[in-house]
């Protein structure tokens, strides 16, 4: 399996993608319902609400079930996807939803941040803790990898808020620019503490748990970036593409997860080649969300320009047909939402057709 990975990072030629499942639903309480069942609905979240054990049942359950999936895959874990984990280590007050989390805004435009001693902070310490006792539940069963920390861009939207983050580059671009380099020094120093109580597993690394995964022979990272939505392409390139390129020097392998209804980082990322993969949410059409056919050309753009490309989403069957006729198989890696394990699709030569779990592994 190693062998069809590490081609599909180094674009060798193959017949088919690399195919892993999304199990459950799109909200994490949805794939956690036992860990989130003691939070109340509006409830602010305190470090000492968050703790491993009573998700212990959850991710076991996710664990056998991935095990029934004829993919290329396996089950990653990760601590709760559904904490805003950097937003709470930065200072926001976090609160539980029905299906998710929210953060709230902590910091006024202009006012410096408080300096943090990360090894004391209390949330950092939860997300520690909390990865520490899933390394130790795993036992070597599955790859633990950190969670998806969003990005410089993102906390400095959380801590300030929408429009006062947009405004600050025009009000206060060197006030923004610090505020952005306190949010990335922090995340810098968060991945490599939990690199640090991840081992590799059976001498190979994976990232995954939210929303996708990519496994290879050297450490991999992931970030993302979903604050770009609010930015031009100028201030993205003068602001958070640096600050991206620090983020890259974590790992060996690094992917950054984008979404279809925010495209232009492409070509910005594909100019600067910081990122080694590049993963795309296909949201659902509607709004600023582009179509499929309207989407095609910038994946066949990536792909063109000799880029590893990862998509993720819900789509129909006849959706995905089309990805695997109008798309290489050649750096391509589908992981489609797959909502029950009856569902899960068997893998042939041909692609990808309905059939039922238990197909043994390729």
């Known amino acids: 399996m190693i062998a069809r990975h590490e081609a599909f990072l180094n674009l060798e030629p193959v017949e088919r993608p690399l195919l892993g499942f999304w199990l459950g639903g799109y909200y994490p309480a949805e794939q956690f319902p036992r860990g989130t069942a003691g939070w109340r609905d509006g409830q602010e979240l305190r470090p000492e609400d968050v703790s491993f054990a009573p998700f212990a049942a959850d991710y076991e359950n996710l664990f056998r079930l991935h095990q029934q999936a004829d993919d290329d895959f396996f089950y990653v874990g990760s601590a709760y996807w559904g904490i805003p984990w950097m937003e709470a280590i930065l200072g926001c007050p976090v609160f539980a939803t029905g299906t998710n989390c929210r953060a709230e805004a902590c910091l006024v435009a202009a006012v410096s941040p408080p300096q943090l001693e990360i090894e004391q902070n209390p949330w950092f310490q939860a997300l520690v803790r909390f990865t520490e006792e899933l390394v130790a539940f795993s036992d070597g069963r599955f790859p633990v990898c950190p969670p998806l920390l969003r990005g410089p861009g993102d906390c400095a939207s959380a801590m300030l808020g929408g429009i006062p983050f947009v405004m600050g580059f025009h009000d206060d671009p060197d006030w923004m620019q610090a505020l952005l ?133 819900e789509l129909t069957t006849g959706e995905w047909d089309t990805l695997r006729r109008e798309l290489s198989p050649v750096g391509l890696s589908l992981q489609p ?16 057709s309905k059939g039922g779990p238990g197909a043994t592994r390729p």
């Open 181 to 313: 380099r306190h949010c990335s020094q922090t995340r810098l120093a968060v991945v490599r503490a939990l690199q640090a109580v991840t081992p590799p597993w059976h001498e190979t690394h994976a990232a995954g748990g939210y929303p996708s995964k990519l496994w290879c022979r050297r450490p991999v990272a992931y970030c993302q970036e979903d604050s770009a939505a609010l930015l031009s392409p100028d201030l993205f390139r003068q602001f958070l593409l640096p600050l991206h390129r620090e983020q890259c020097r974590v790992a060996d392998v690094n992917f950054i997860h984008l979404h279809s209804s925010c495209l232009y980082p492409v070509d910005i990322l594909l100019e600067n080649r910081c990122y080694d993969v590049l993963e795309i949410n296909i949201d659902h059409p509607g709004g600023s969300s582009p179509t499929l056919p309207e989407l095609l050309p910038t994946l066949k753009l990536i792909q063109s320009s000799r880029v590893p490309l990862l998509l993720w989403g």
């Open 337 to 352: 939402i797959v909502r029950q394990a009856d569902e899960f699709p068997t893998i042939n030569g041909k692609g990808c």
